[in-house]
């Protein structure tokens, strides 16, 4: 069962960045030290979790040690936001400790499963204790933060690895059409392909749209638009409360509620940018909107640009990188 209890001792921190390490290791020809596929092959195969996590860079081996303690409240994702190391590969039996900074504000640890749930917690030196003895791959997160990229995973024993060129990432594409969104729609049920507007100045998506159970989708959830095309979700009133909010940072709506209700973005650069309701992202609350020629732009948002980098080396990962934005002008939302 897990335990909490309180600590006084000082907390360690690990602070990496997702991209600009791998990238600069490929660069010269080095890899990373304690970083392990956990078999031969590739990375364990974790289907899109990480995609917005930036301070993911592979699966630390721990292997072979009783405990492993994890930082919660670590640099990462825009601030203190980050679980470290993010990801963790150990034995069956091992007793997983997450110990708080007490940066970044109330923080939790919750299995997306169910297995384990911390309490929400803003004071360093706190901790939380799992033993894992099943063999297998647990995601976690930090509820308050998981948007933001305060994501974890625990692997345990021997499990499926992808291959050295999709590890972490899924990369078959979700769809028949030529974009690959790294497994973004998987569990999207109103997800059927990506809807064509080019030629269109203005784009509206419904927020509270019936998917996912409910009124719980974007509709449609994937459209794909020339630059500088307005962007315009409109609430349905069905639901409860949603808002629209970008993985990447670029914009972020309030929450309502209020049929009617608007709120606007122009994008201008090109890529593809994924959004969610917060409140309801894990029933499959999710969209995307593709800007510009997919196979002009080789279909990879920002984010997805950093996992490359590491394959690219240093100059071509960061020409890549520079090359793409999320979004870019003016917001404006009614209620």
């Given at each position: 069962m ?14 990496v ?15 990373t030290a304690?970083?392990?596929a956990?078999?031969?092959?590739g990375?364990?195969?974790?289907d899109?979790?990480?995609d ?12 072979g040690s ?10 990462g ?6 679980f470290?190391?993010a990801?963790?590969?150990v034995?069956p ?7 708080w ?8 640890v ?14 360093a030196?706190h ?9 297998g ?15 974890g995973?625990?692997?345990v ?13 899924g ?7 030529e ?8 569990g ?23 998917g996912?159970n ?7 959830p994937a ?8 962007i315009?979700?409109?609430?349905s009133?069905?639901g ?10 670029g ?7 209020k ?5 606007k973005?122009?994008?201008e ?12 992202e ?32 240093l ?21």
């Open positions: 897990p335990t909490n209890r309180s600590q006084t001792a000082p907390v360690s921190r690990r602070t960045i997702r991209g600009t390490a791998a990238i600069g290791m490929a660069g010269l020809g080095m890899t304690g970083v392990t956990g078999q031969e092959g990375e364990p195969a974790y899109g979790w990480f917005n996590v930036d301070n993911y860079d592979g699966t630390v081996d721990k292997r009783d405990q492993v303690t994890i930082t919660v409240g670590a640099s994702n825009g601030g203190a936001f980050g470290g190391p990801a963790v590969h034995d039996g091992t007793t997983i400790v997450w110990e900074t007490g940066n970044g504000g109330s923080h939790n919750v299995a997306e499963d169910g297995s384990f749930e911390s309490d929400l917690i803003g004071e030196g901790t939380f204790e799992y033993t894992v003895d099943s063999e791959i647990t995601t976690y997160a930090c509820s308050p933060h998981k948007t933001l990229g305060m994501k995973a625990i692997v024993g021997d499990v499926e690895t992808a291959s050295a060129e999709t590890a972490g990432e990369s078959e594409p979700d769809s028949g059409d974009i690959d969104y790294g497994g973004w729609f998987e999207v049920n109103n997800f059927d392909g990506t809807l064509d507007k080019t030629g269109t100045d203005e784009v509206t998506v419904t927020v509270g749209a019936d996912n409910g009124p719980y989708a974007f509709d449609p459209v794909r638009v020339d630059p500088g095309t307005t315009i979700w409109e609430w009133g069905d409860g409360s949603h808002n629209v909010v970008d993985t990447g940072g914009f972020e709506s309030e929450l309502v509620g049929s009617g209700a608007t709120f973005q122009t994008f650069e090109r890529g593809i940018v994924k959004y969610v309701c917060s409140p309801h894990s029933m499959g609350m999710r969209g995307a909107i593709v800007v510009g020629s997919p196979q002009a732009d080789a279909g990879y948002s920002r984010g997805d640009l950093l996992t490359l980098g590491g394959g690219l080396g100059v071509g990962g960061l020409i890549a990188l520079f090359g793409f934005g999320t979004s870019s002008g003016s917001s404006q939302s009614t209620k």
